[in-house]
């Protein structure tokens, strides 16, 4: 077997010239990618940390979401194969366990680089394996601030084991010997991560867990101590509805309920261990979890990092400070003045979405206002965006909220919420049975005379003012008629629990999205060398999509994706993909945002919207598009596109094989660097002419631009500067 047979059966591939990647692997080679910006010595100290942290977090939702719907796959349907490779339930977690296994020394020596460097800043994580008399004297004052905030709890070894909740560290204590051998379990969500003081000039970080564990002798100064260790349990977050028939307010909330506490109690999916333990105690603690050997994983990078928040350190160990434009030129008041007569497009974190907010306050002012709809999925822990919302009720506007209960990790939040948005006079609804309600949708309705007019807003992103300064995301406003009369059909067909209809101005998944994508990929496809197609998302998984891209591709169309997660399809593939290049951003800030272009110069076709080309988003899910149809906001989205085509340094393009190389030496490109002077010193104005001229079709990638004029002129001009 060649060594390109073997690394393709390594990767559960079906043959070495297989086109397709399977989704669970093409997310853990993403996953790897933002590990390596931990290790990238460009990124600042601090930050480097924090994609460290990153990296762990997405790996535990990884574990609880995908390898625990594969688990049940496996116990239900384990000749099931996955639709895009063929592998098996089994197979896939097979190999997600070993890449996972291999990418956990790449992280135990990144984690070792970082440790180092803050020592060599004065910033001592303390390992209690080698440590100074004096800082064994201050932890161990430490940990007599803890003592009374921790309850052992000891059980002859022969007994099940106090249940374990998922995510929280616990220290583990084998005691005695022969027959009277016992287990101690000592849970520590009661007491913080880590303390910290500082000596010397030096800061020196304590994590709760090895200091609790180090003093083991004096909380159980009775029993012998055999051996211990510190012990996390990921659990399987993969619970789903039996029946979502009955739609009642009261009874779906508390169905959610339910669920959330079902959830809690669910198998272990995986198992770490930080610290040594001797196989026979291993084994027993392995047998008492109920969790297979090879789900197990000894590690010594500390489970929580979190201490990253407590190091201050100079400016140089963090980003430079890039806060978001607050100012788009207009005052609270004057927003329906500008949108009546211009579409308004927003980038966020570029941008700030208090300005959205504000609309939303200018709306519950307005006595024209009648309504006010929106959808929920993801809100912040203390959303401006609720409460505008809660004044709008107030203010005697019908305010509509549809909030999807479904939100994976977010149900309670959006439980609290639609209980406190209904205190506060608004409607409340909820998804539908067989699809999530995932679109970013919101139309204002207001009447003068006899007059109905409507505003409607279409967005990327979640209405989340945090995570609104975290991810790239996208917001359309228009008072285009026909988008509003179709938005509010949307929510029409969402209020009667009802699919909503297809519509034109808007596509609406699924009855309006995959159909639209194709629809235009053919007419790409009819002209041949001369079509172009460019698309940023997320995520591609969907085969009959991916078929339509090597028919583009085949047809000498030219193809670029920009997707920053999971692709399955190969690009640069001689006969299939070999006119598709697959390129992704990891940066400072999450890519989130979907532009889909389809053409180009006065042909080009311009979209965003909420969904990814994955089969959810396509077909299990109500997503919402609209058209970006004036000059002005077609030329930010191809400033976007442009910027990414020139981004060298936090770029990485994908290799025939499906593999990512990032090109060296592109300092000064950055796209996101880019985006944020375009747009954080953009404004709008009243006095802005109603025609605008027409905007310049965009050079092709490569090209050179004739004159410093246009958008590859813009970039060059940031990019030198």
Not at 340 to 354: A, R, T, V
Request: one cysteine or more.
């Amino acid at each position: 077997m060649s060594s390109r047979e073997k690394k393709n059966k390594h990767n559960g591939q079906l043959s070495p010239d297989n086109i397709y990647i399977n989704r669970e692997l093409s997310w853990l080679a993403f996953n790897r990618r933002v590990l390596l910006e931990a290790a990238d010595p460009n990124v600042p100290l601090l930050e480097r940390l924090k994609f460290l942290m990153i990296y762990q977090s997405n790996l535990e939702e990884f574990y609880r979401v995908r390898i625990g719907i594969l688990t049940h796959r496996a116990m239900l349907t384990p000749d099931s194969g996955d639709p895009v490779s063929g592998m098996l339930p089994e197979a896939q977690i097979t190999a997600a366990l070993q890449i996972t296994r291999d990418q956990q020394e790449l992280m135990e020596d990144i984690w070792k680089g970082i440790r180092d460097e803050l020592h060599e800043n004065k910033i001592d994580v303390l390992d209690f394996r080698k440590i100074s008399k004096v800082d064994e004297l201050m932890s161990k004052k430490l940990f007599g601030d803890i003592r009374d905030l921790l309850f052992p709890k000891i059980i002859p070894a022969d007994q099940p084991l106090p249940f374990l909740w998922n995510g929280e560290a616990n220290v583990i204590a084998f005691l005695g010997r022969g027959t009277e051998q016992k287990i101690c379990i000592i849970p520590l969500h009661r007491v913080p991560a880590y303390q910290s003081f500082e000596i010397d000039g030096c800061q020196k970080i304590v994590l709760t867990a090895p200091l609790v564990r180090h003093f083991l002798p004096q909380l159980l100064k009775k029993e012998t101590i055999v051996q211990s260790a510190i012990v996390d349990v990921t659990r399987n977050a993969d619970v789903f509805f039996s029946s979502m028939e009955d739609r009642a307010d009261d009874n779906f909330r508390d169905k959610v309920s339910g669920m959330l506490s079902k959830r809690k109690r669910e198998m272990p999916v995986r198992v770490r261990i930080q610290g040594k333990l001797a196989d026979p105690f291993r084994a027993m603690l392995i047998r008492k979890l109920r969790v297979p050997e090879e789900r197990v994983f000894t590690q010594a990078v500390p489970f929580d990092l979190s201490f990253r928040s407590c190091i201050s350190g100079p400016a140089s160990f963090r980003y430079p400070d890039r806060k978001p434009a607050r100012d788009l030129g207009l005052k609270k008041g004057e927003y329906f003045s500008y949108i009546d007569k211009h579409d308004l497009l927003m980038s966020f974190p570029f941008q700030s979405m208090m300005s959205f907010v504000d609309l939303i306050y200018e709306a519950a002012d307005n006595p024209d206002v009648l309504s006010v709809k929106i959808t929920l999925y993801r809100m912040s822990g203390s959303s401006k965006i609720a409460a505008a919302l809660a004044y709008a009720a107030d203010r005697g506007k019908d305010v509509l909220c549809l909030l999807e209960l479904r939100a994976r990790f977010d149900e309670q939040n959006n439980i609290d919420y639609s209980e406190m948005l209904e205190e506060a006079g608004c409607r409340i609804i909820y998804g539908l049975p067989d699809q999530k309600v995932h679109s970013k949708l919101c139309v204002i309705t207001r009447q003068k005379g006899k007059i109905l007019s409507r505003i409607t807003q279409v967005g990327t992103g979640n209405y989340n003012e945090v995570t609104g300064e975290q991810y790239t995301d996208l917001s359309l406003i228009t008072s285009r008629e026909d988008v509003g009369r179709e938005a509010e059909a949307v929510f029409a067909a969402l209020e009667n629990g009802e699919l909503p209809p297809e519509a034109h101005a808007l596509w609406i998944a699924p009855l309006s999205f995959k159909p639209r994508v194709l629809e235009l990929l053919d007419r790409e496809i009819e002209k041949g060398e001369n079509g172009r197609v460019a698309i940023k998302i997320n995520s591609l998984n969907n085969r009959e999509v991916m078929e339509k891209l090597i028919e583009c591709s085949q047809a000498g169309v030219k193809v670029e994706l920009f997707i920053r997660g999971i692709c399955s399809l190969r690009a640069g593939v001689p006969g299939l993909t070999e006119n598709i290049t697959v390129s992704g951003i990891i940066g400072r800030w999450l890519e989130h945002s979907r532009i889909y272009s389809f053409g180009e110069g006065p042909d080009q076709r311009l979209f965003i919207g909420s969904g990814d080309l994955l089969n959810r988003n396509l077909e299990r899910r109500v997503e919402a598009f609209i058209e970006a149809v004036t000059p002005d906001t077609r030329e930010q989205l191809n400033v976007i596109l442009d910027a990414l085509r020139n981004d060298r340094e936090k770029s990485w393009t994908m290799q025939p094989d499906g593999t990512y190389v990032r090109e060296e030496g592109g300092e000064g490109t950055s796209s996101q660097e880019a985006l944020y002077r375009y747009f954080s010193t953009r404004k709008v104005s009243l006095e802005e002419k109603q025609e605008e001229p027409e905007t310049k079709a965009a050079p092709k990638a490569g090209e050179k631009e004739p004159a410093e004029g246009g958008l590859l002129g813009w970039l060059k001009r940031v990019f030198m500067s």
